[in-house]
Nanobody, 123 residues
């Protein structure tokens, strides 16, 4: 069983930055691929970024160059550094863990989910 707890969300002006954290329980965090997803009101949950157990990363085009996903296996923590935020980044952000080390894009491939943290970007 893995529990994921996100933190770091909040209200920020356009152009600002936030860093999200996702603390994971369990001693096998390093073996899991991890992902950040987001869901805006009235929209489906969408992928933001993934990181494999080996550190390979993937970003959707809308956040490339602005967001950075990283992980600290010693602390069992996943991060998402978000810079140059835009109003369209407003959403609830979720971290998710797979049972495998390779990354995946579909939310159906992720077994564990956090409760989400709200990010609101004002114009």
């Amino acid at each position: 069983q893995v529990q994921l707890v996100e933190s770091g969300g909040g209200l920020v002006q356009a152009g600002g930055s936030l860093r999200l954290s996702c603390a994971a329980s369990g001693r096998t965090f390093g073996s899991y691929a991890m992902g950040w997803y987001r869901q805006a009101p009235g929209k489906e949950r969408e992928l933001v970024a993934t990181i494999s157990s080996g550190g390979s990363t993937y970003y959707v085009d809308s956040v490339k160059g602005r967001f950075t996903i990283s992980r600290d296996n010693a602390k069992s923590t996943l991060y998402l550094q978000m810079n140059s935020l835009k109003p369209e980044d407003t959403a609830v952000y979720y971290c998710a863990a797979r049972l495998y080390g390779s990354s995946a894009y579909s939310p159906n491939e992720y077994y564990y989910w956090g409760q989400g943290t709200q990010v609101t970007v004002s114009s």
